[in-house]
C-alpha cells in the first residue's frame, strides 16, 4: 500500500484541497464506452465527458476471496484501503473489524459528505463508504448507520422499502424499524418527488428516496407514465452539490450510476447505453461545477472510477460499415450475465490525480484520497 508521510515544502496546490468527488458507473468496461460513445457521436473524434480527464490509469478488482469481485468488496477496498471477502460492507467477518472509511475521514475533518444514486442507496457502492457490516443485504441496518448521528449531510436515490420496515421483516442483520422517522428526529429533510427536492434550502441535511426500489431506467423513462417526478442522476447530483459546496471546509460526494451493472447482468444493450449517457451527464454537472469558480479545479479531486466489469461485453460490429453518425447500436456480445476479473480504468483530474494515471490496485485509491484530504505526500508502492 502507499505510504503516507507529513508533506514537506508542499506548494500552494497542495494547501488548497478542499473537495473529493468520486464518481462510479458500476460495472462498466471499456467496450460499453465505445458503445455509448458511438451511439451518442458515430465513430468521429468526440468523446464522452468523464473520457476528457485529464489522467488515465488502470486498477486491478479482486477481493480478498475471489479473482472476480462483487460491488460490496471493491467498493469496501475504495473506501478503506483494505481487501475485504465479497459481500462484506467495510467489516472484517474473521476479526469483527471496521476500518475507517474515506467518508468518515472525511466527516471527522470538518467537511460534508454526500451520496448519490440510481439504486436503492443502501446497495453496496454508496454502502461501503458510510456503513459497516457483515453481509451487504443487511440494508435496513446499513440505512439505519446512514442516518444516525453523525450520519451523511446528503443522500439521495431510491430505497422507501428499506427505510420503513415492520418487526416481520428484519434484515440478515436482525435489523428493522422506521428509518425515515429517525432521519427527520435527527435534522433531515426527507423527500420523495423530484419538486419536493428541487425546493429545498441549500442550508440543509436532505433524504431523498424517489422510488420503493431503484430509479427507472434511463431507457424507459419516456415510455413510461409517472415519472417526472424522479430525478436525474444529473439533478441529484446538482442538488448535492448545491449544499455539500456550502460547507468552507469542503466535501466528499459519491456518485453512483448504478445500473449500468445491472444493463450488463441483462446483457441488454440499449439500457448499458443510456445508463452510461446518463452517468456522462452527471460527470457533464460536475464539471460545469467545478469550471464555475476559477479555484475549484485547484481545490477538487475529481476521479471516475468502475468498481468492477460485468458481462465482458465485446464489440462485434456493424461490419463493413463505419457508424460516423449518431444514432447506431453497435453489434456486440456479453460473455456472461456476471461479473468479470479484468481491471477497470481510471480518469481522474484535479490535485494529486497524477498518482492515478497508472497501474494501480483498488486499495490504492484510498490511500491517494487519503492524502489529498490531509495534504500529505503520496508516495506510490
Known amino acids: 500500500m502507499g505510504i503516507l508521510l507529513p508533506m514537506a515544502n508542499a506548494g500552494a496546490q497542495r494547501q488548497g484541497i478542499k473537495n473529493i468527488i468520486f464518481m ?86 470538518g467537511k460534508s459528505t454526500g451520496l448519490v444514486a440510481t439504486s436503492t442507496i443502501t446497495h453496496a457502492t454508496p454502502a461501503a463508504f458510510a456503513a459497516h457490516t457483515h453481509d451487504r443485504q443487511c440494508e435496513q441496518e446499513i440505512a439505519r448507520q446512514m442516518v444516525s448521528t453523525p450520519g451523511v449531510d446528503v443522500i439521495l436515490g431510491a430505497g422507501r422499502g428499506v427505510f420503513k420496515t415492520g418487526s ?49 431506467p434511463a431507457y424507459r423513462r419516456d415510455r413510461l407514465k409517472n415519472t417526472q417526478e424522479e430525478p436525474t442522476l444529473a439533478e441529484m447530483t446538482q442538488k448535492a452539490l448545491d449544499i455539500l459546496e456550502r460547507n468552507p471546509k469542503g466535501f466528499f460526494l459519491l456518485v453512483e450510476g448504478s445500473q449500468i451493472d445491472w444493463a450488463n447482468h441483462a446483457n441488454n444493450l440499449e439500457y448499458q447505453v443510456q445508463e452510461i449517457l446518463e452517468f456522462d451527464s452527471a460527470v457533464g454537472v460536475v464539471l460545469d461545477w467545478i469550471r464555475a469558480s476559477g479555484h475549484r479545479s485547484q481545490e477538487t479531486l475529481l476521479i471516475v472510477v468502475p468498481d468492477h466489469d460485468c458481462g465482458g461485453f465485446s464489440i462485434q460490429g456493424p461490419r463493413n460499415r463505419n457508424p460516423k453518425s449518431p444514432g447506431t447500436l453497435v453489434d456486440g456480445r456479453w460473455i456472461s450475465g456476471g461479473h468479470t476479473g479484468e481491471d477497470t480504468l481510471i480518469w481522474s483530474q484535479g490535485p494529486y490525480s497524477e498518482y492515478l494515471g497508472r497501474a494501480i490496485d483498488n486499495t490504492d485509491l484510498f490511500f491517494i484520497m487519503k492524502a489529498a484530504l490531509l495534504h500529505e505526500t503520496y508516495h506510490p508502492r
Open 24 to 109: 462510479v458507473p458500476d460495472g462498466l468496461g471499456i467496450s460499453n464506452v465505445t458503445a455509448a460513445r458511438t451511439y451518442a457521436f458515430g465513430t468521429g473524434p468526440r468523446r464522452l465527458r468523464f473520457e476528457k480527464l485529464e489522467h488515465i490509469g488502470y486498477q486491478s478488482t479482486h477481493s480478498k476471496n475471489s479473482m472476480v469481485t462483487d460491488s460490496a468488496a471493491a467498493s469496501s477496498a475504495w473506501a478503506c484501503g483494505e481487501k475485504f471477502e465479497n459481500g462484506e460492507i467495510a467489516f472484517h467477518s474473521d476479526s469483527q473489524t471496521s476500518p475507517r472509511t474515506i467518508l468518515e475521514i472525511a466527516r471527522l475533518h
Open 168 to 216: 416481520q421483516d428484519p434484515d440478515p442483520c436482525g435489523t428493522w424499524g422506521d428509518f425515515i422517522h429517525l432521519a427527520r428526529k435527527n435534522g433531515y429533510r426527507v423527500v420523495f418527488k423530484r419538486s419536493e427536492m428541487m425546493a429545498g434550502s441549500a442550508e440543509e441535511r436532505l433524504l431523498g428516496l424517489f422510488r420503493h426500489v431503484s430509479l427507472t
